[in-house]
């Protein structure tokens, strides 16, 4: 295997866990192919190995501290540690991410788990679409799944040279939609023309913890998309209207509170832009109102406008809640921290005229941990807030 000196500086760093060698930190490098695996050093001192791209400023992302043998049992290793430490927190349910890239120690990768026999990945880096059959492979020998489909369509895939749309069956056959169980509750999930792998298994736990909030109250899920928060939500609410851009993100909405047995004529499905829809609407139409958005900002260039985006809705939001009402309020743009989160929220309050009392918050769930060592892998901030006058 070819090999990378690296700057003594750096050393601790990556001995400890950091994935990324930028261009920065190499001393010296003998010539090895984009892709391909190298071993790491500093001096005399072996710290890893870690697959290589000269195409992009992270040179080198690390997948193991050990002197081992990249091959099936170090995936098949990899992989079942992964699951069996993640299905042990996670009852009442059949899905989740087995591995969140970096900070599940196989940078570049994501693994969903739908319904433990449908298996959707990403691959972001020329490294993992090198070892994609290996990966595929050990998922075969760990799952015996039904399907393994990759799809993915980001803009890094472009800077590693891979092109920016991959969408394929890996292995078996293809399954459009499947059905999954969450804390009891069914979803469909459309993999093929949903949203990123199909589901946002992030919210989870958070969709749990806004039941007790929703119960015999009228609730309005902005951002829905297939009614994630809603279905939740309506096995206690009044009412529940969700709100998405996109017309199949709410025909799916709808069919989830089909399969869960609710009434669909009691509820509200709307395909309209959020920012128009709560301005339009009635103070005091809704108790509870839920905001989780997309990304506002991919990279750092559009914090700004990503800050006023936020400040906008749940100002916004806020004004047109009534008294001791409750806004749920999401953010998953890394690049906006929990500092900047609480900030955006207490500007929103005063553009309001009202304060906003924190009744929980939360982070990511354990499937998609943000690894010490890795902070670039935290994003989800999450906050159950409540509405007081000014006294
Ligand atoms: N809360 C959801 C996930 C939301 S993802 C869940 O629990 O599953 C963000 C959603 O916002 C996507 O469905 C996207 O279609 C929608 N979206 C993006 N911009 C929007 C806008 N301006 N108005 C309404 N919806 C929008």
Redesign the pocket.
């Known amino acids: 295997m070819k090999k990378i000196y690296l700057k003594k500086s750096v050393e601790k760093n990556i001995k400890s866990g950091q994935p990324w060698i930028f261009s920065g930190a190499i001393l010296s490098e003998e010539d090895i192919e984009n892709g391909d695996l190298c071993s790491i050093f500093c001096d005399k001192n072996f710290l890893g190995i870690g697959y290589y791209n000269k195409n992009s400023d992270i040179r080198v992302r690390m997948l193991s501290r050990l002197d081992v043998k990249i091959d099936i049992n170090f995936f098949i290793n990899r992989l079942t540690v992964l699951k069996t430490e993640k299905e042990r927190y996670i009852p009442n349910c059949n899905s989740y991410r087995l591995v969140y890239g970096e900070s599940d120690n196989i940078p570049g990768l994501i693994v969903d788990i739908y319904n433990l026999k449908y298996i959707v990945i990403q691959v972001h880096t020329l490294g993992i679409e090198k070892l994609k059959k290996l990966i595929v492979n050990a998922l075969v020998m760990i799952y015996n799944p039904e399907m393994i489909y990759e799809k993915c369509d980001i803009a890094i895939r472009e800077k590693e040279n891979l092109p920016k749309e991959s969408r394929e069956v890996l292995y078996g056959k293809l399954y459009k939609e499947v059905e999954i169980i969450e804390n009891g509750y069914k979803f469909s999930v459309n993999i093929v023309e949903g949203?990123k792998t199909g589901?946002?298994l992030d919210?989870r736990v958070n969709?749990n913890s806004i039941v007790k909030y929703c119960e015999d109250k009228t609730v309005l899920?902005?951002?829905?998309?297939?009614?994630?928060?809603s279905v939740y939500a309506a096995s206690v609410a009044k009412s529940v209207t969700s709100?998405?851009?996109?017309k199949k993100?709410i025909e799916n909405a709808a069919l989830n509170f089909k399969i869960n047995g609710f009434d669909t004529k009691k509820h509200g499905f709307i395909a309209?832009?959020?920012?128009d829809y709560l301005k339009e609407m009635q103070h005091g139409q809704f108790d509870l109102i839920?905001l989780?958005?997309?990304s506002f900002a991919k990279n750092q260039k559009h914090l700004k406008n990503a800050i006023k985006a936020y400040i906008t809705i749940n100002s916004k939001a806020l004004e047109k809640l009534p008294d001791y009402g409750i806004l749920v309020s999401s953010s998953c743009t890394s690049h906006v921290d929990q500092t900047t989160f609480i900030k955006i929220l207490n500007q929103s309050a005063v553009n309001a005229a009202c304060q906003l009392k924190v009744l929980e918050s939360n982070e990511q769930p354990l499937d998609h941990p943000y690894n010490l060592a890795f902070p670039e892998g935290r994003y989800l901030k999450f906050f159950i807030l409540q509405k007081y006058p000014i006294l």
Request: hydrophobic letters at 35%; charged letters at 20%.
């Open positions: 949203q589901f946002f919210q969709r899920n902005c951002f829905s998309y297939t009614g994630g928060f709100v998405d851009i996109s993100a309209k832009d959020v920012f839920i989780d958005p997309p």
